[in-house]
Each structure stands twice: as structure tokens, then as C-alpha cells.
T-cell receptor
Framework: SQTIHQWPATLVQPVGSPLSLECTVE??????LYWYRQAAGRGLQLLFY??????ISSEVPQNLSASRPQDRQFILSSKKLLLSDSGFYLC?????????FGPGTRLTVL | GENVEQHPSTLSVQEGDSAVIKCTYS??????FPWYKQELGKRPQLIID???NVGEKKDQRIAVTLNKTAKHFSLHITETQPEDSAVYFC?????????????WGAGTKLIIKP
């Protein structure tokens, strides 16, 4: 069966510091992968999606970037975090129709 | 592009009563409509979905109805229980699109009053 991992689970970072969040998927090949951000009490904002290695589409221009160095690995990065980057970051992959979410990373920027 | 609107943003119902959440979509090409439940601090999880070739689908206490002509679909929860308290998201997509994306509603916070 398929499993999706994210780490770290929680992160507290100062403003201006870099960020790297990792997502890996097991049990499937060539998945579509997604990064979402969810601010407190808000909905799901799609940040990036990828249909294959090295193929990244950005939905929202901002200080974040994404990379897909391997088929089942998706990384979210920032060179300098902003206060507004705080939130719950969710990685997801697509099965036949359904999107499966990882457990998420709760990021607090102070 | 597709736009999904969801109402209400908050819904409070007495335990045992029914709850209905409604979504409308704009792209007539959309053919897949899932509903996700997100408990506090957890990841969203699929609870039910419907394709455009079906008008209604039921799974125990939850059901989804789809009106393609009006471009709206609804989630119905009967005999609500405390564990139904959560945020519910609807979404719409076009299955078969290589750049497959779910377009999400803004979410409904469902509160079940004891």
C-alpha cells in the first residue's frame, strides 16, 4: 500500500532563516505530487505541484520554491522565511482520483 | 479556470439532527467531486466522492448529491454524532487531465452540539 511521509512534524524558525521540508511517497511510481499550505483556521492553498522529476508548477508567487530530485521525493524550500509563512504544510499525492495527504508539518515563524 | 464556492462557513447542529453543506462549481468539464473531513490538527481525509455520471451516492450516514445542470453538489450527514465535528472541504476536478488538480472550497466548520 501507499504511504506518504513528511518531516519534520513541527518546526519553529526565526524570520529570515531558511527552510527545507521534505515529503516522500512509498508504494507508487511517478505520482503527481502537491504542496499545500493551510493558515490557522483557513482552507487549503495550493503552492506547487509536480507531474514528474524536475517538473514543478507554481500556483502562487512568493518566497517559497519546490524541487523534485527523485520520483517520489518532493521538497519545499525558502531562503528567507517571513512571518506570513507560518502555517500547516501538507504534501499530497494523487491516486486514480483521490488525493492522499501526508501528516503535515506545522511551521511557526517567530 | 474552475472556481468552487462552499457554504456555510460554519454550521452548528444539535446532535442527532442532519447537516447539509453545499458547494457550487463553475467549470462544466469538472467530473469528479470529493468531500474531505479534517479533524483538528490532522490531515484532510476523503469521506465520500461522486462522479458526474451519478446523481447520488450514499455511505451509511453520509451522502452526496450532484446536480450537473445547476453545477452544485451537497454533502448530507444524518443522525449527527459528536465525532462528526470537524472541518469539511469540497473539491472539484477534471479526471484525465495530466495536470490533475483539485480545486477546493473554503471549508465548513461543523459543530455538533450535545
Amino acid at each position: 500500500s501507499q504511504t506518504i511521509h513528511q518531516w519534520p512534524a513541527t518546526l519553529v524558525q526565526p524570520v529570515g532563516s531558511p527552510l527545507s521540508l521534505e515529503c516522500t511517497v512509498e508504494g507508487t511510481s511517478n505520482p503527481n505530487l502537491y504542496w499545500y499550505r493551510q493558515a490557522a483556521g483557513r482552507g487549503l492553498q495550493l503552492l506547487f505541484y509536480s507531474v514528474g522529476i524536475g517538473q514543478i508548477s507554481s500556483e502562487v508567487p512568493q518566497n517559497l520554491s519546490a524541487s523534485r530530485p527523485q520520483d517520489r521525493q518532493f521538497i519545499l524550500s525558502s531562503k528567507k522565511l517571513l512571518l506570513s509563512d507560518s502555517g500547516f504544510y501538507l504534501c499530497a499525492w494523487t491516486g486514480y482520483n483521490e488525493q492522499f495527504f501526508g501528516p503535515g508539518t506545522r511551521l511557526t515563524v517567530l | 479556470g474552475e472556481n468552487v464556492e462552499q457554504h456555510p462557513s460554519t454550521l452548528s447542529v444539535q446532535e442527532g439532527d442532519s447537516a447539509v453543506i453545499k458547494c457550487t462549481y463553475s467549470d462544466s468539464a469538472s467530473n469528479y467531486f470529493p468531500w474531505y473531513k479534517q479533524e483538528l490538527g490532522k490531515r484532510p481525509q476523503l469521506i465520500i466522492d461522486i462522479r458526474s455520471n451519478v446523481g447520488e451516492k450514499k455511505d451509511q450516514r453520509i451522502a452526496v448529491t450532484l446536480n450537473k445542470t445547476a453545477k452544485h453538489f451537497s454533502l448530507h450527514i444524518t443522525e449527527t454524532q459528536p465525532e462528526d465535528s470537524a472541518v469539511y472541504f469540497c473539491a472539484a476536478s477534471v479526471v484525465g487531465d495530466s495536470n490533475y488538480q483539485l480545486i477546493w472550497g473554503a471549508g465548513t466548520k461543523l459543530i455538533i452540539k450535545p
